[in-house]
């Protein structure tokens, strides 16, 4: 647990730090009593075929000096003179060491690796020489360029959802911001515990906290589509917690995205696709080109346009009936009595209307998104270099809320929308990140200064709207605020490789030191006036008091969406500093030990550490034993210590104005709720990875987290668990002018345990390439019995954390998933086939709705794809081209049918098919 202890240095300080050792590496960096040097250059193609290698990597061994060959094959690179080592790498290839021994020229001939295990990763260790094969946890390396060519998804998150059985993301609907920025979880935990790198550099997450009881609920991630697909090269998922690498929020793991570095060469694609709906229609463009910088730099532009219009998988004509009032309203009803409805659809005929212009749309928002990402090196004098990249990111979004029907009158004008309107949340998010550092050697240690930024901004605008409020005077759309969030880090980082040190006592030593400073800033930005104010609500004199008294009787502020109030505004700062020593010792070659320690500093609440330790024992050179025990944590986000709201949302079965508070607000504090503190996590791993043929591999580790304290965000006090208000909270939260409130909270211990399988065949015959791969996850999420409550709210146990938000956690993502994919190719032609089995899932729709199993269901993709010539490619495929949905939703779930699918598993789209043409530049 974090001591009440705090650092003190501002931000002013923490840039004058960062400015200072820039300047005095950038010195010694360049110094000229470094050794002497000699460029290299060279030719790296396949044994089997003589055909070049583009992207392949050359590595000086012992250090991160680097590059990558053109689309011919070539490379130069600048080595130290002498007895220097190249590690060469590709995906598919096994990997080579090369001696130079004073050569200026080489010849590289790569053979067929039976699986993506040979190339050097960023992930999971800091030696620069360590590889998927022999690495003491499990990483997966997935080569997006392949998948580029033939996968039917065409975001980030799908792409890994349909490829990496732990990892899950399931778009979402009606459900404000997080339709806009989807949720992802790997092994089952929350989104806000697995780290992101771009390059092996953190991320900074989305301004946005998801609120409206989705799976993440309370949970604050990072928004992975905001990267185009096009300027990744592969990422790697470190399946194992790794906060004592690499800091807070590694508690299920680490997704790092290493970025195109490609030079005299380009490419680009154009995919259009739709549902077998007619809806959901997708326009992707891509293009991506890397320019050589003197004779080892590069800059690699990648630029992306996506547009997916929106789907529609409403239960339709159950909501509607018609009054045959003096006022010839509509009603609300459950309208699966046919009697009931007898004479409606003649009614409506009368007025020119039929039951579709009452309908709700639920369904995917619509998205359109562009951004442009870099990547760039400059080699600097003796072998120093300065590396840059980054990107911006602009998405629209408009999704729907809940419909207001003619009768609602509290929150509809009539005069305005006769027969009833559908609110529709408009979000703006930009999103920006720029990297930049220096490394290069100094005195045998490879040294990397950098700084780090992003920021994300989320604004929301409410379209096809009214404040009630204001009569026929209303506008029908609002800005209704919204909310950023900024980071800025600075590291420093120290490694060197000694092989065979100690006169050759073990095989190789592995040293790593560096130090860390991050400066983090939330804001939440107040809407207009309109989007948030009841105009009725105004002072009179009353018994000789002047009070509030609302005299029109109607809603306020923008519905569906009531916008940020003055009062919600924030602005607040954290900064922490953390040190860490790493350590890799392989003592034989089959025999490899690595620890690691990492110390963290917060401003707001202290420090913390954590340590882990990772063995890997390789019995023969088929097999091999691996696994990892370490300690971990995650501090509270600002968003959770700050966000606040009132909202209008579904609330035990009905619309309720929702306050989120804050966690140091005076209502929390007179309720009871704590002070947020750090979700503490003990992670355990073990398996074993076999080549059991020399075809045919096989990799299973089973793992063990147990998260401590872990924050959530509860039900809404202020009803009892059936919906009936509970006076004494009602009366309270009025005074701040909500009917019930919602509270950030570390209310349980969870543990998650399950086993990860990968297997892959690898079959040649003449020109005919097969790859079989099968992978497969089995999770257990359990919430412990203890719930950490406090004292003053026992008795409210199903509001602090009821049934429907232990199903969010326990039962909404699939207990097992397992993906089996087929890859074919002859010459020109190459073909996939991949079917994804998402285990069952259960949703609880407590205390009105009823728990409700999903059956496990079998998703197939099928691709085609065609080289019309060295340039030029066509792909044609569908994914879920079997029309598969989950199953449809009990009654009392479904809002009166309104929601027919739940978001769960592949989500309730059904098929859809997809055209790609790409072109190399």
Same mark, same amino acid.
């Given at each position: 647990?974090?001591?009440?202890?705090?650092?003190?240095? !501002?931000?002013?300080?923490?840039?004058?730090?960062?400015?200072?050792?820039?300047?005095?590496?950038?010195?010694?960096?360049?110094?000229?009593?470094?050794?002497?040097?000699?460029?290299?250059? =060279?030719?790296?193609?396949?044994?089997?075929?003589?055909?070049?290698?583009? =992207?392949?990597?050359?590595?000086?061994?012992?250090?991160?000096? =680097?590059?990558?060959?053109?689309?011919?094959?070539?490379?130069?690179?600048?080595?130290?003179?002498?007895?220097?080592?190249?590690?060469?790498?590709?995906?598919?290839?096994?990997?080579?060491?090369?001696?130079?021994?004073?050569?200026?020229?080489?010849?590289?001939?790569?053979?067929?690796?039976?699986?993506?295990?040979?190339?050097?990763?960023?992930?999971?260790?800091?030696?620069?020489?360590?590889?998927?094969?022999?690495?003491?946890?499990?990483?997966?390396?997935?080569?997006?360029? +392949?998948?580029?060519?033939?996968?039917?998804?065409?975001?980030?998150?799908?792409?890994?959802?349909?490829?990496?059985?732990?990892?899950?993301?399931?778009?979402?609907?009606?459900?404000?911001?997080?339709?806009? %920025?989807?949720?992802?979880?790997?092994?089952?935990?929350?989104?806000?515990?697995?780290?992101?790198?771009?390059?092996?550099?953190?991320?900074?997450?989305?301004?946005?906290?998801?609120?409206?009881? *989705?799976?993440?609920?309370?949970?604050?991630?990072?928004?992975?589509?905001?990267?185009?697909?096009?300027?990744?090269?592969? %990422?790697?998922?470190?399946?194992?917690?790794?906060?004592?690498?690499?800091?807070?929020? +590694?508690?299920?793991?680490?997704?790092?995205?290493?970025?195109?570095?490609?030079?005299?060469?380009?490419?680009?694609?154009?995919?259009?696709?739709?549902?077998?709906?007619?809806?959901?229609? *997708?326009?992707?463009?891509?293009?991506?080109?890397?320019?050589?910088?003197?004779?080892?730099?590069?800059?690699?532009?990648?630029?992306?346009?996506?547009?997916?219009?929106?789907?529609?998988?409403?239960?339709?004509?159950?909501?509607?009936?018609?009054?045959?009032?003096?006022?010839?309203?509509?009603?609300?009803?459950?309208?699966?009595?046919?009697?009931?409805?007898?004479?409606?659809?003649?009614?409506?005929?009368?007025? #020119?209307?039929?039951?579709?212009?009452?309908?709700?749309?639920?369904?995917?928002?619509?998205?359109?998104?562009?951004?442009?990402?870099?990547?760039?090196?400059?080699?600097?004098?003796?072998?120093?270099?300065?590396?840059?990249?980054?990107?911006?990111?602009?998405?629209?979004?408009?999704?729907?809320?809940?419909?207001?029907?003619?009768?609602?009158?509290?929150?509809?004008?009539?005069?305005?929308?006769?027969?009833?309107?559908?609110?529709?949340?408009?979000?703006?998010?930009?999103?920006?990140?720029?990297?930049?550092?220096?490394?290069?050697?100094?005195? !045998?240690?490879?040294?990397?200064?950098?700084?780090?930024?992003?920021?994300?901004?989320?604004?929301?605008?409410?379209?096809?709207?009214?404040?009630?409020?204001?009569?026929?005077?209303?506008?029908?759309?609002?800005?209704?605020?919204?909310?950023?969030?900024?980071?800025?880090?600075?590291?420093?980082?120290?490694?060197?490789?000694?092989?065979?040190?100690?006169?050759?006592?073990?095989?190789?030593?592995?040293?790593?030191?560096?130090?860390?400073?991050?400066?983090?800033?939330?804001?939440?930005?107040?809407?207009?006036? #309109?989007?948030?104010?009841?105009?009725?609500?105004?002072?009179?004199?009353?018994?000789?008091?002047?009070?509030?008294?609302?005299?029109?009787?109607?809603?306020?502020?923008?519905?569906?969406?009531?916008?940020?109030?003055?009062?919600?505004?924030?602005?607040?700062?954290?900064?922490?500093?953390?040190?860490?020593?790493?350590?890799?010792?392989?003592?034989?070659?089959?025999?490899?030990?690595?620890?690691?320690?990492?110390?963290?500093?917060?401003?707001?609440?202290?420090?913390?550490?954590?340590?882990?330790?990772?063995?890997?024992?390789?019995?023969?050179?088929?097999?091999?034993?691996?696994?990892?025990?370490?300690?971990?944590?995650?501090?509270?986000?600002?968003?959770?210590?700050?966000?606040?709201?009132?909202?209008?949302?579904?609330?035990?079965?009905?619309?309720?104005?929702?306050?989120?508070?804050?966690?140091?607000?005076?209502?929390?504090?007179? %309720?009871?709720?704590?002070?947020?503190?750090?979700?503490?996590?003990?992670?355990?791993?073990?398996?074993?990875?076999?080549?059991?043929?020399?075809?045919?591999?096989?990799?299973?580790?089973?793992?063990?987290?147990?998260?401590?304290?872990?924050?959530?965000?509860?039900? +809404?006090?202020?009803?009892?668990?059936?919906?009936?208000?509970?006076?004494?909270?009602?009366?309270?939260?009025?005074?701040?002018?909500?009917?019930?409130?919602?509270?950030?909270?570390?209310?349980?211990?969870?543990?998650?345990?399950?086993?990860?399988?990968?297997?892959?065949?690898?079959?040649?015959? #003449?020109?005919?390439?097969?790859?079989?791969?099968?992978?497969?996850?089995?999770?257990?999420?359990?919430?412990?019995?203890?719930?950490?409550?406090?004292?003053?709210?026992?008795?409210?146990?199903?509001?602090?954390?009821?049934?429907?938000?232990?199903?969010?956690?326990?039962?909404?993502?699939?207990?097992?998933?397992?993906?089996?994919?087929?890859?074919?190719?002859?010459?020109?032609?190459?073909?996939?086939?991949?079917?994804?089995?998402?285990?069952?899932?259960?949703?609880?729709?407590?205390?009105?709705?009823?728990?409700?199993?999903?059956?496990?269901?079998?998703?197939?993709?099928?691709?085609?794809?065609?080289?019309?010539?060295?340039?030029?490619?066509?792909?044609?495929?569908?994914?879920?081209?079997?029309?598969?949905?989950?199953?449809?939703?009990?009654?009392?779930?479904?809002?009166?049918?309104?929601?027919?699918?739940?978001?769960?598993?592949?989500?309730?789209?059904?098929?859809?098919?997809?055209?790609?043409?790409?072109?190399?530049?």
């Amino acid at each position: 647990m974090m001591k009440n202890t705090s650092i003190s240095i !501002g931000s002013s300080r923490g840039l004058a730090f960062a400015v200072l050792l820039t300047f005095l590496l950038s010195a010694g960096l360049t110094a000229p009593a470094m050794a002497q040097e000699q460029s290299i250059t =060279g030719v790296i193609t396949s044994a089997e075929d003589n055909s070049p290698l583009p =992207g392949a990597n050359i590595v000086v061994k012992g250090t991160n000096r =680097g590059t990558s060959t053109a689309p011919d094959g070539t490379f130069t690179l600048t080595v130290p003179s002498g007895r220097t080592t190249l590690v060469i790498s590709y995906i598919g290839f096994k990997q080579q060491e090369v001696e130079l021994d004073g050569r200026e020229s080489l010849n590289i001939a790569m053979a067929v690796n039976i699986e993506e295990m040979g190339v050097v990763t960023v992930v999971g260790s800091r030696n620069a020489n360590r590889t998927v094969l022999n690495t003491p946890v499990p990483v997966d390396i997935l080569d997006v360029r +392949a998948l580029q060519q033939l996968a039917p998804q065409v975001d980030v998150n799908q792409i890994l959802t349909y490829v990496a059985p732990s990892f899950n993301s399931t778009r979402q609907s009606s459900a404000d911001g997080t339709e806009h %920025i989807d949720p992802a979880s790997l092994r089952g935990l929350g989104p806000d515990q697995v780290l992101v790198l771009i390059n092996g550099k953190r991320r900074h997450n989305t301004s946005l906290v998801n609120n409206q009881q *989705t799976v993440g609920n309370g949970s604050v991630g990072t928004d992975l589509n905001a990267i185009p697909t096009f300027a990744i090269e592969r %990422i790697e998922v470190l399946r194992d917690g790794a906060s004592a690498q690499y800091g807070s929020d +590694a508690i299920a793991g680490v997704i790092n995205i290493v970025l195109k570095s490609n030079v005299d060469q380009g490419a680009s694609s154009l995919t259009a696709g739709t549902s077998t709906e007619g809806d959901g229609e *997708t326009v992707q463009y891509n293009a991506n080109y890397g320019f050589r910088i003197g004779k080892s730099g590069f800059f690699n532009i990648t630029g992306e346009y996506l547009q997916r219009q929106r789907t529609n998988r409403t239960q339709n004509h159950n909501l509607v009936i018609f009054d045959q009032s003096e006022f010839g309203n509509f009603f609300a009803y459950d309208f699966s009595n046919d009697n009931a409805r007898a004479i409606d659809d003649q009614i409506l005929a009368e007025r #020119g209307l039929s039951r579709d212009d009452f309908d709700f749309r639920v369904g995917d928002a619509r998205i359109e998104n562009g951004g442009v990402f870099f990547n760039a090196m400059l080699p600097l004098n003796n072998g120093a270099e300065i590396y840059g990249f980054g990107g911006l990111s602009y998405r629209e979004g408009r999704g729907a809320g809940f419909r207001r029907l003619p009768s609602d009158l509290g929150s509809n004008v009539a005069s305005i929308f006769p027969n009833g309107f559908q609110p529709e949340t408009q979000s703006n998010i930009l999103d920006k990140s720029i990297v930049v550092g220096l490394r290069g050697n100094l005195k !045998g240690w490879d040294v990397d200064l950098s700084n780090t930024f992003g920021s994300n901004r989320f604004d929301f605008t409410v379209n096809n709207t009214v404040n009630p409020s204001l009569a026929d005077q209303s506008p029908t759309s609002f800005e209704a605020g919204g909310h950023e969030f900024s980071q800025n880090t600075t590291n420093l980082d120290f490694t060197r490789y000694y092989n065979k040190p100690f006169d050759g006592a073990i095989s190789g030593l592995n040293i790593a030191v560096g130090a860390e400073f991050r400066l983090d800033q939330y804001q939440i930005h107040a809407g207009e006036e #309109g989007s948030y104010r009841n105009f009725g609500i105004v002072d009179q004199i009353v018994d000789g008091e002047v009070v509030k008294v609302d005299v029109l009787g109607v809603g306020g502020g923008a519905q569906s969406f009531p916008g940020f109030r003055p009062e919600n505004e924030v602005d607040r700062f954290r900064n922490n500093v953390a040190g860490y020593a790493d350590v890799e010792v392989d003592f034989t070659d089959k025999f490899l030990l690595a620890g690691a320690v990492r110390l963290e500093d917060y401003s707001d609440f202290g420090e913390t550490i954590n340590g882990k330790l990772a063995a890997r024992v390789s019995p023969s050179n088929r097999f091999a034993l691996r696994g990892a025990v370490s300690s971990g944590f995650r501090a509270p986000s600002l968003h959770q210590s700050f966000f606040n709201t009132v909202t209008v949302d579904i609330v035990d079965g009905r619309l309720v104005d929702t306050g989120v508070f804050r966690n140091d607000s005076r209502l929390a504090q007179f %309720i009871g709720i704590p002070k947020l503190k750090e979700e503490t996590s003990v992670s355990v791993s073990a398996g074993f990875t076999a080549n059991l043929l020399d075809n045919l591999t096989l990799s299973v580790d089973g793992y063990l987290v147990n998260v401590d304290d872990r924050i959530v965000l509860t039900g +809404a006090f202020g009803n009892d668990p059936f919906g009936d208000p509970v006076p004494e909270l009602v009366a309270l939260f009025q005074q701040v002018g909500a009917t019930s409130g919602r509270f950030f909270t570390n209310a349980v211990d969870t543990e998650t345990k399950g086993l990860d399988i990968v297997a892959t065949y690898d079959l040649r015959s #003449g020109q005919n390439k097969f790859r079989f791969s099968l992978a497969a996850n089995f999770n257990d999420n359990e919430v412990q019995d203890k719930l950490n409550i406090p004292a003053a709210l026992v008795g409210q146990e199903d509001i602090y954390f009821g049934p429907q938000e232990r199903s969010l956690i326990e039962t909404n993502n699939p207990d097992t998933k397992v993906n089996f994919t087929a890859d074919y190719s002859l010459k020109k032609f190459s073909a996939l086939v991949r079917n994804v089995y998402f285990g069952e899932v259960t949703r609880d729709g407590f205390p009105f709705g009823i728990s409700q199993k999903h059956d496990a269901k079998i998703v197939t993709d099928v691709s085609l794809s065609y080289d019309l010539s060295s340039n030029l490619s066509v792909t044609v495929g569908g994914n879920n081209v079997f029309d598969v949905l989950p199953d449809e939703q009990a009654f009392e779930n479904s809002f009166f049918g309104v929601f027919k699918y739940a978001p769960v598993q592949q989500g309730y789209n059904g098929s859809y098919f997809f055209g790609r043409l790409a072109v190399k530049l």
